[in-house]
């Protein structure tokens, strides 16, 4: 079982629609979770953090944490076409080390 | 905030001949610098972790004598494919920590290379 897991998509949706992207992952000792954009041949920037369980906002991005069935969600609203990227789940370990998932794929569509 | 610069942003080159891709942190001192290693519609791959002043650490499975790996300056790691064969043709990428972890990583802008 890789420890965090992805649906890599594609997904498209149209544009203003709300997103949904999921991870889970195996690791308890994961603390806290990161999500990053990565445009098409572009490093991966970062997207939000979050430490706990719980939600967290930013602007129209949602992290949001279930620590108990090791689930992590983002959530997008009013989605742009600027949004079409692959969006990354990233735990660090405790070496500091960020294990990525797969990545999903979205596309939004004008 | 903190900047990774990535030289080249794209190189190819001929089978048998080695290629050095750089990376400077411009506004931090990046002690350690990971490398990923990215193939098309994959996650990225971490291949190697570089600590200033001393040997990287190779993930399993990563050729240490293919991938040769400096990290000579607290602002400069660098990341030689040597003999280079159509197979290393991929996407690199590399990242250093920014500030503590909590803060995330910075990524270079990613090196594709093209193997001949």
């Known amino acids: 079982q890789k420890e965090v897991e992805q649906d890599p998509g594609p997904l498209s949706v149209p544009e203003g629609a709300i997103v949904s992207l999921n991870c889970t992952y195996s690791?308890?000792?994961?603390?806290?979770f990161m999500w990053y954009r990565q445009y098409s041949r572009k490093g991966p920037e970062l997207l939000m953090y979050?430490?706990?369980?719980g939600n967290k906002e930013d602007g129209r991005f949602t992290a949001q944490v279930d620590k108990s069935s090791k689930y992590i969600s983002l959530f997008i609203r009013d989605s742009q076409p600027s949004d079409s990227a692959t969006y990354l789940c990233?735990?660090?370990?405790?070496?500091?080390?960020?294990?990525f998932g797969t990545g999903t794929r979205l596309t939004i569509i004008p | 905030g903190a900047v990774v610069s990535q030289h080249p942003s794209w190189v190819i080159c001929k089978s048998g001949t080695s290629v050095k891709i750089e990376c400077r942190s411009l506004?931090?001192?990046?002690?350690?610098m990971f490398w990923y290693r990215q193939f098309p519609k994959q996650s990225l791959m971490l291949m190697a972790t570089?600590?200033?002043?001393?040997?990287?650490?190779?993930e399993q499975g990563v050729e240490k004598d293919k991938f040769l790996i400096n990290h000579a300056s607290l602002t400069l790691s660098t990341l030689t494919v040597t003999s280079a064969h159509p197979e290393d043709s991929s996407f690199y990428i590399c990242?250093?920590?920014?500030?503590?972890?909590?803060?995330?990583?910075?990524f270079g802008s990613g090196t594709r290379l093209t193997v001949v």
């Open positions: 990242s250093a920590p920014a500030g503590t972890g909590l803060y995330g990583y910075t």
């Open positions: 690791n308890s000792a994961f603390q806290y």
């Open positions: 979050t430490y706990s369980s």
């Open positions: 990233a735990p660090p370990d405790l070496n500091e080390k960020l294990t």
């Open positions: 506004d931090f001192q990046a002690t350690t």
């Open positions: 570089s600590n200033e002043g001393s040997k990287a650490t190779y």
